[in-house]
């Protein structure tokens, strides 16, 4: 279409003026100063279900809290960018589909791939779950509109009614077997996955332009398209006929959607501009404008959230006010709160501040129990700098991970001289046990060896006093002298084995 043409053929349509009543029940007048986001790329779909909403951009999928506007998911298994992705009615099921030409279906509570369905030759860019949610659709660059089974991951029919890319798709929410895809061929064809013919639609409609968006409505029995800066309403029963077509906007309509009861409709533009219309007649009744080109639409299903994802990554949030803060926003008379005592930083009441503060409704209450700790016997003695006690305590517990973490915290301590200390043989003795069965022990040879040393520098003078004591230092001698053997051995088989591969190097 040439610009005199689309000059020609767009229609200033004032806004519907709303009366006093309906202007204040008008859900698009009351949302609160918007949340805007950068995300990694273009937003090109955005998808509400329950508490959560999806947001696809680049490589990723991310699901963000109502609650809170934060992201609570990540999705990120992608090699290349993802156009869509969509919830199944349940929220336990979101199916993905992009460049990668692979419709992907993840589990939303561990994030793993469930389902991964391959047919496409060319980039998805449209997925969508069937009302009951055991099929899956999907539509795509290689002019195909395909129909999968979740439980198996297979094809179940391939559409090939259409002549250049597949851009759009709309599933009908009052029957599993009903859909309706738009295309770069210029038509809007109705499909049903009960026909014999896989090529041929039950209704076929011309657009007059590329069509980057369809919805249909609950009953099916309305169909809207847009494509170009036309949006063109059609009558499925009829055949196709057209019932209304309106240029509201000066560039390229990318994304429609309903609201709950399908009342009012929403479209987004190239024009940075949001249009809500009465389903009625059409008729404009509210703008929005936004800093970039409208790609994706999103409306939660009690219309509290209103996110509308651009084609510079940006993500505007807006959210509507409670209930109950609007009927104290349109002046009810209520006693004004007591005013509470100034806190002061540094002050009890300053750290101790929100400990009482009681949970709103939606609010996500976390229980974290403080957790109690119960200290062993020796732990409470090196706590209380009883060094001796606390290692013969930890001794007794026969524990060689016990025993050498006491000889850590004591050496960090500066303790293990005083806990050593004042032995006799029956005191001593423990302790060149362990040290003769850990001399040699990769995990605790380092410990040892520290402990050995301030051992052997304290009562090495005092050899012959006890038999047992002298039997223990003997074998502690004989231990190392094994282990010092062992390593001369290995360092020579360590010699051979580097001149041979020298020799295998030279050969080849």
Known sequence: ????????????????????????????????????????????????????????????????????????????????????????????????????????????????????????????????????????????????????????????????????????LGVSSGSTDICVT???????????????????????????????????FPSASVCVSAGDNRICVWDTLSGGRQLFSFCNHQKTVTCLRLDRDAKQLLSGGVDRQLKVYDVTDYSVIQGLSYPAPILSIGISHNESHLVVGMSDGTLSIKRRPTKSSRSRAVGEEEALPTLAPAVYPGTKRFFRRGTTAKAEKGDMVVHQPRPVYHLKPYETLLKKFRYTDALNAALKTNNCDVISG???????????????????HKGLLPIMKFLVHYISHPVYQATVLDVANVVLDMYGSIRGESRRVDQLFTALRTRVEAELTMQ???????????MLYSMAAVKK
Not at 127 to 138: A, E, I
Not at 197 to 208: C, D, F, K, L, R
């Open 1 to 168: 279409m040439t610009t005199s043409a689309r000059t020609s053929s767009f229609k200033s349509t004032a806004p519907k003026r709303l009366s006093s009543e309906q202007a204040a029940d008008a859900p698009w007048k009351n949302f609160q100063f918007p949340i805007t986001v950068k995300e990694y790329g273009a937003v090109t779909c955005v998808d509400f279900c329950r508490e959560d909403f999806a947001v696809t951009s680049a490589t990723r999928v991310q699901i963000y809290s109502c609650a809170t506007n934060q992201v609570k998911k990540t999705i990120s298994r992608f090699k290349e960018t993802v156009y869509s992705s969509r919830f199944r009615h349940d929220g336990q099921l979101l199916v993905a589909g992009g460049e990668e030409g692979l419709v992907k279906v993840f589990d939303m509570n561990s994030r793993s791939v469930l389902r991964q369905c391959e047919g496409h030759t060319k980039a998805i860019r449209q997925t969508s779950f069937s009302t009951d949610g055991l099929q899956l659709l999907s539509t795509g660059d290689d002019k195909t509109l395909r129909n999968w089974d979740l439980s198996t991951g297979e094809a179940v029919r391939e559409f090939t009614g259409h002549e250049d890319y597949v851009r759009a």
């Open 182 to 216: 738009g295309s770069y061929d210029h038509t809007v064809k109705l499909w049903d996955m009960r026909s014999p013919s896989a090529t041929t639609p039950v209704v076929s409609m011309n657009h007059g332009a590329p069509v980057e968006a369809v919805v249909l």
């Open 406 to 424: 006491m000889f850590q915290d004591l050496i960090h301590r500066d303790g293990l001289s005083s806990a050593l200390a004042g032995r006799n």
């Open 488 to 498: 001369r051995r290995m360092l020579s088989v360590l010699g051979m084995l580097d």
